[in-house]
């Protein structure tokens, strides 16, 4: 498999990253929309590093939803909540054909280098989120890429056509488990709603006493939260939502949506159905969270296929809005620094865990609990602008970022060259 024309077309649109490898090696489009979903993803993450793990799901768990702070979780679910991860989902898939491609035509094979990568990942993950934050996603990416890579050489359309049966299966199994819950005795349901959902006020001040204390305290409150994540969660939801979803990136890799060589017209479809059905599916799904009064036996279940379905959508637009934007010459100071973020993807990943924790963690300045979604997003806009400087700055002088230099140097067993020559 060749990506030459697709790269160098690319290339011309959007300019080339300073301090890329070689142009040959990067798309540009694909690291710009990389970068996109990595600042875009902090919407969402932010507010679990900042507030009680119930509140990333349930808005009326903890906190002000009134004026301004709501219209920030407003837009945020309705733009941000799950299209990030799926835009990550669907450029890991791209990655594995990209990644095994140019190995094959190189060595032949593939497999070894692959699994290393995969593995070398699942390492950094479960320190991620032992050590630091047990939102960590980067385990369960090496998990489903482990079994994602065996579909690398399939057709476009057969890999749609099996990334949408995974999506299915996921949404399925959500739908299953609610339908579940309603056979459990009522006082079992009310436990889980107080454990999960809606915890009570004596619950709420041991997780804010937990996160506000010293690292070893927080540790022992987030071990438990990020073996969850790894087990159940990961099972019943995030490998065949991610699973999924690296399948259809392979596909639409394949199609060449991401280096921004389509016709115009197809992007812009894109935009036409995240807004003129997308978003509305979504707000719907937010309408009737509310009437329901985010009722946990509804809202964790039926009541977030909205959102589940409607942010493939969205996410769709969100690409689309990328790929213009990287053919659009006026843009180019803009898209080569979101490009810049994305080459650096997994350290801007983890920084944002060593920025937000020194924040809000007992550890550092202990304002857990304590920020509105307002300021919340204030803070997310001062990284943003950090990340888009430093990312430039630092390709400028070196090949990758540090945490991407130390994952390929494993991955290859050789330490591999830092300084730009």
Known sequence: MSETPATSTAALAAGSVRGSATQAERIVPLDALRGFALLGILVMNIQSFAMIGSAYFNPTAYGD???????????????????????????????????????????????GLHYRRMGVLFVFGLLHAYLLWFGDILHAYAMCGLVAYLFRNFRPWSLLVLGFVFLLIGSAIS???????????????????????????????????????????????????????????????????????????????????????????????????ALLLGLPTIALGIHRNFASGWAGNYSIFAGAQYNYWGSLLVSGGWIGAVMLACRNERLLPLTRRLAAVGQMALTNYLLHSLI??????GRGFGLFGQVERVGQFGIVVAIWTFQLIVSALWLQRYRFGPAEWLWRSLSYVKWQPMRQQ
């Open 356 to 361: 937000c924790t020194t924040l809000f963690y």
């Open 65 to 111: 939803l009134t004026g301004a702070n709501y219209a920030v979780w407003y837009l945020s679910h309705l733009l941000a909540d799950q299209k990030m991860m799926t835009i990550f989902s669907l450029l890991f898939g791209a990655g594995i054909v990209l990644m095994s491609g140019r190995t094959e035509i190189a060595t032949r094979r593939s497999a």
């Open 175 to 273: 739908i299953g488990a609610g339908w579940g819950m309603q056979m459990l005795p009522p006082e079992e349901v009310a436990s889980v709603i107080r454990d999960f959902w809606q915890p009570a006020p004596d619950k709420i001040r041991e997780e804010l006493t937990a996160y506000r204390s010293g690292w070893l305290t927080e540790i022992a409150h987030r071990a438990p939260s990020a073996f969850g994540i790894q087990t159940f969660v990961f099972a019943g939801f995030i490998a065949w939502r991610a699973g999924g979803l690296m399948l259809v990136g392979m596909a639409l890799f394949k199609l060449h949506v991401f280096d921004a060589t389509l016709p115009r017209r197809l992007y812009l479809a894109l935009i036409g159905v």
